[in-house]
């Protein structure tokens, strides 16, 4: 603390330090102290408004509260690296089966939306293996290195991807888990099976050129951070594809249609400045004065 005066701090992935803990407790003292810091993040609106506005209250020099929190949001500086990468997003649907909508109907009889869930992913993994597969060999045609990242739901579900993906036997196609992005034979390996959680803290799957996950259950700052595993500064394409594979009028199905709409709000500070700039404030104060 006593250094902090003539320190410059750098806080990254800041929005995981929204909490009230002992640590973000010491490093928003510190924010405070410092003349000067940044805090990194692709996502600062995490889960709600609250959070971040909690953030700003503990790190400004004036009282921040619901009405002036955009003034306080203003006063960070906002960049936003353009990497002249495309994201293609596509939706791949698969046709439900006899077997699984019987087992849908069971569940849904009995309220049993997590195991309903389950046999839905279950029933999806050989489709998620087939266009992950395809989508490797595709991408190890213009790098060598290169491959997929599969995301999957849990371990256990992992663990069944990486089975399948080496039973199908591509030629020159190995999956692996988690573990071999940072192996000493990494680029031998054309598919990198991941947990959702895995959504942040490695660069190493930019040498990969395409994402496959189905619909899981998750918050919006998660599914960016992952495709953010791709899509950053040592990413050597120009165009990364994003395929989410989901059997077409589930429960999943739902999930995926609500988290599409919700991925498209503007989550970022620069985007909610955008939408609530100065001049639409002002061409909404008649009104707000005429309705109060």
């Not at 195991?115 to 060999?137: F, G, H, K, L």
């Amino acid at each position: 603390a006593d250094e902090a005066p003539r320190c410059f701090i750098v806080f990254d992935e800041v929005d995981e330090m929204y909490a009230p803990t002992l640590r973000t407790s010491a490093a928003r003292a510190l924010c405070q102290l410092c003349p000067k810091f940044v805090a990194q993040t692709a996502t600062p609106m995490r889960k709600n408004e609250q959070q971040l506005r909690a953030w700003l209250a503990d790190t400004c020099h004036f009282p921040v509260d619901a009405s002036n929190m955009l003034v306080a949001a203003s006063g960070m500086v906002s960049i936003q690296l353009e990497l002249g990468i495309i994201a293609k997003e596509e939706t791949s649907l698969v046709r439900m089966t006899d077997g699984v909508r019987q087992a849908c109907l069971k569940f849904a009889g009995t309220r049993k939306w997590l195991e309903m869930s389950r046999a839905i992913i279950e029933a999806t993994d050989p489709s998620m293996v087939e266009v992950a597969m395809r989508m490797a060999v595709k991408d190890r045609q213009s790098h060598p290195s290169g491959g997929v990242l599969l995301v999957a739901d849990n371990l256990t579900h992992a663990g069944r991807l990486i089975q399948a993906c080496n039973a199908a036997a591509a030629p020159g196609i190995q999956a692996g888990g988690f573990e071999t992005l940072e192996s000493s034979d990494a680029a031998s390996y054309g598919i990198v099976v991941v947990t959702k959680d895995k959504d942040r803290g490695y660069n190493s799957a930019a040498r990969l050129g395409a994402m496959v996950t189905g619909a899981y259950a998750g918050n919006s700052a998660s599914r960016h951070q992952m495709r953010g595993r791709l899509r950053r500064l040592n990413q050597k394409r120009t165009k990364v594809e994003f395929v989410t594979v989901v059997m077409e009028n589930s429960l999943l199905h739902l999930l995926h249609q609500r988290h599409s709409s919700v991925d498209s709000m503007n989550i970022t500070l620069e985007q909610l400045g955008q939408k609530f700039s100065a001049d639409v404030l002002r061409g909404l104060q008649p009104e707000i004065r005429s309705s109060a």
